[in-house]
Structures are given as structure tokens and as C-alpha cells.
């Protein structure tokens, strides 16, 4: 039965839920408060990472975040400030760090990012968005980084996915086209990359294409219900009704659901990247500077380099000071870049939805029998977007998802 289906988010979440939904034969209105930043759907580094099963809760991070703290250059850091919700966060984030979480939550983030490249390739092969499927290197400058990094591919292997250690001559004729100054890495070849932007245009073309009602900047400021379901979403505009709900609101979303009683603890990430329009050297693979936690992306005949996790208020300034950490690392990487080359570039930075253990919210919730929840996939919104898409339409139908979502409830800080 075709439904109207009502999405909160027009970022690559929402838009790849619109997506799936408009494919299966559904109705569709998406409402996106700010179409300029969407969030961190747009300047983000464009990868695609079957190697990613940590989640950003892991044990290390809470050590690292605090040897960070007060470094304005540092790749992770918590901006202190009087919020309880911080706190609250802080608190479940530490509670969260373990092994265990780790070991619960790489299979299932595995088969996600697995489903998420299937789905691109498919795209890939309807419309060009820049998919290149090479895999992606994890640069190590000291050799403790790769003994860490060999250890991580050791985790890998065990769960299936393809992970190779190399030495720094192995890295060269992997990728000669750039100029490595590194003790080894780890290749990970089913991780792949695309140009963001250019996904987000294409999802929109289809979306139009198909009939979908995209209304841009409208804001969601409350709901009204009918018994335990909801019917409409209110706006500055209006009321916008509809038969499923899908709360896709990124950094936004605690905020948008709090209205109807749900706890969704979440933390906005700030992440930063710079586009450099005609570099030194173009590198054939995306790459992990892992000291740095700095991501650099061929795009075209661009590169990006982008990074940080900036825990802060949504509403805090950017930081200049974050680009000149990532873009200081880049040269003791990749030498045949100077400082010269990377000074005084335009920078981007946009907000990613961090839950306090690392893993999105994504599933129905108690609070309302026709919403399902999307949201806090934290630094792999694009990489896990198509998954989530298919999965929000199966429930969307009643289907099964696919997948076992417990770990992702959405109510389970309720």
C-alpha cells in the first residue's frame, strides 16, 4: 500500500531514506531546515569503510581526549562548557569505551558498511557520482602507529573483511603517484571513496524526478498527534501530515524529538576539511593519516584533507585554529606538500551527530507508532547511509530489517 512518508533531514541520511522509499513506491516529502550545510553531508572525506567497525566509543578514546584537551590543534576534543547534557554524555561515552562494545558492535557495523557498498556500486552503475573503488590506506609515520594498525587489521581479517600490512616500498608500488614519508600502513581494499556533493546532487535528481515534495529551509517546531501515532509535522509553514514519520535530523535531532519524549543523548561532532583545486600530487587511494586522525581524498582533480572531532554546542563558531592542525600534518606524510601550498585555502566544517556510544539510532521507538528513528552515525553518515535507507523503507512496509537493530534502539537510553 502506497503511504505518504514525511522525513525530517535532508541530508545523505534522509535523502537516501527519500530514495528508498520513492523506489518501493511511496509518497514522499522530505523537510530540511538548512540546505546549505546539511550537517556534515557535503565537505565530509567520501569514504565508503568496511574497515571502520569501531565505533567512536572505544576503549583509548576517553586517554586520548584528555591528553587532547587542551591542544587547539588536536584531533579530538570535548569544548568544556556548563551543559548538563554534555555530561550526562560524557559520562555514558566513558561508561560505553570497552572492549566489549567494540567486539558487540564490529560485526554488525561490518555488515552495514558491506550493505552500503553494494547499494553504491549499484548506484555507481546508474549514475556517476565519483565511486572509486581502490581501498583505502592507513598512513603510519612511527612504527608503534603500525603495530597498532596491524593489530586493528588482525581484528579485521578475524570479522572477514580483507586488510593487508605493508612496508613502506609495498605502499609505493601500491600507489606511486604520491610521495609517502611513512614507516608502513594497512591496505584495506574493499573501502572505496566518491565525492559527496556530487552523491547528495544525484539523490536530489532522483528524488525530483520521481515526484518527491523536497521543501528546503522549513523547520520542524513541533508535532501533533492522533492517540499513539503522529499526524503531521508542524512547521513555521504549516503542518506537513503524513502516514510514517522518519526523524533524520542529524546534530538537530535530540532537539526536534524531545517534543515527543524521546531521549536521543547526542552531541554535535564538528569536523573540518580543505579542497585543494590543483595539488602538488593526486594520489590514486584515500588514505588515513592515523597519528593525525586526518582524512585526505582525491576527488577529481581535487584533494581534500579534512578531520577532527570537535565535541561542542551547535550553535559555537568554528575554529580556524582545527584546519591549521590538519593541514600542518599533511607535509610530514606526504613531503612534496609545503605549507605554501596549503595556506590561506577556504575551509568547510559542518556538524555530525554523535550518540554517547558511537553507534546510530536507528529502528521504531515506543514514542510513536508510526516513527522510525535514523540518526548519529556520527563520522559514517555517508558511508552507512544506503544501508540505513533500505532498512528505514523495509520498515517502513513492515518488513523485517534485515538486520538485528538491537544494539541501535533508539529508545535504549529511554
Avoid at 58 to 74: F, I, R
Avoid at 101 to 110: C, Q, Y
Avoid at 144 to 173: C, N
Avoid at 308 to 336: C, H, N, Q, W
Wanted: net charge neutral.
Amino acid at each position: 500500500m502506497t503511504k505518504h512518508v514525511v522525513i525530517i533531514g535532508g541530508g545523505v541520511i534522509g535523502l537516501s531514506v527519500a530514495a528508498e522509499c520513492v523506489a518501493r513506491g511511496h509518497r514522499v516529502t522530505v523537510i530540511e531546515a538548512d540546505p546549505v550545510k546539511r550537517g556534515a553531508s557535503l565537505g565530509n572525506a567520501g569514504m565508503v569503510v568496511p574497515s571502520h567497525f569501531v565505533p567512536l566509543a572505544a576503549p583509548g578514546m576517553v586517554a586520548l581526549g584528555l591528553k587532547w584537551m587542551w591542544n587547539p590543534e588536536s584531533p579530538f576534543y570535548i569544548e568544556p562548557r556548563a551543559d548538563w547534557g554534555l555530561v550526562t554524555w560524557a559520562l555514558r561515552f566513558m561508561a560505553s569505551a570497552t572492549r566489549e562494545h567494540v567486539e558487540r558492535s564490529g560485526p554488525l557495523l561490518r555488515d552495514l558498511h558491506l550493505a552500503s557498498r553494494a547499494r553504491y556500486a549499484q548506484l555507481a552503475a546508474e549514475e556517476d557520482f565519483g565511486l572509486v573503488r581502490k581501498g583505502l590506506l592507513m598512513l603510519c609515520r612511527t612504527g608503534h602507529a603500525l603495530e597498532e594498525e596491524a593489530a586493528t587489521a588482525r581484528q579485521a581479517q578475524a570479522l572477514g573483511v580483507p586488510a593487508d600490512v605493508l612496508d613502506p616500498a609495498a605502499l609505493a608500488a601500491l600507489d606511486p603517484t604520491i610521495t609517502m614519508a611513512v614507516e608502513g600502513g594497512v591496505h584495506y581494499p574493499q573501502d572505496c571513496h566518491l565525492d559527496p556533493s556530487r552523491f547528495v546532487a544525484a539523490l536530489e535528481r532522483r528524488l525530483r524526478a520521481a515526484g518527491a515534495d523536497l521543501r528546503w529551509s522549513t523547520e520542524v517546531t513541533g508535532w501533533r498527534r492522533s492517540g499513539g501515532r503522529l499526524a503531521a509535522a508542524v512547521t513555521r509553514d504549516g503542518e506537513v501530515a503524513g502516514d510514517e514519520f522518519v526523524l533524520c535530523g542529524g546534530a538537530w535531532s535530540e532537539a526536534v524529538g524531545r517534543g515527543l519524549g524521546l531521549r536521543l543523548p547526542m552531541q554535535a561532532g564538528r569536523g573540518y576539511s580543505v579542497t585543494v583545486a590543483d595539488p602538488v600530487q593526486q594520489p590514486a587511494l584515500c588514505s588515513i593519516l592515523t597519528e593525525a586522525r586526518v582524512a585526505v581524498t582525491p576527488m577529481g582533480e581535487t584533494l581534500r584533507f579534512g578531520g577532527t572531532m570537535e565535541i561542542t554546542a551547535r550553535d559555537s563558531p568554528p575554529r580556524p585554529r582545527r584546519v591549521a592542525g590538519i593541514l600542518k600534518a599533511v607535509p610530514e606524510y606526504f613531503p612534496a606538500f609545503r605549507g605554501v601550498d596549503l595556506g590561506g585555502l577556504p575551509f568547510w566544517s559542518g556538524l555530525r551527530p554523535c550518540s554517547p556510544d558511537g553507534l546510530p539510532y536507528l529502528g521504531r521507538t515506543r514514542a510513536a507508532g508510526n516513527l522510525v528513528v535514523a540518526t548519529a552515525h556520527a563520522m559514517m553518515g555517508l558511508s552507512l547511509a544506503p544501508a540505513t535507507g533500505e532498512i528505514v523503507a523495509r520498515l517502513v512496509d513492515g518488513e523485517p530489517p534485515g538486520f538485528d537493530l538491537r544494539l541501535l534502539d533508539p529508545d535504549r537510553w529511554a
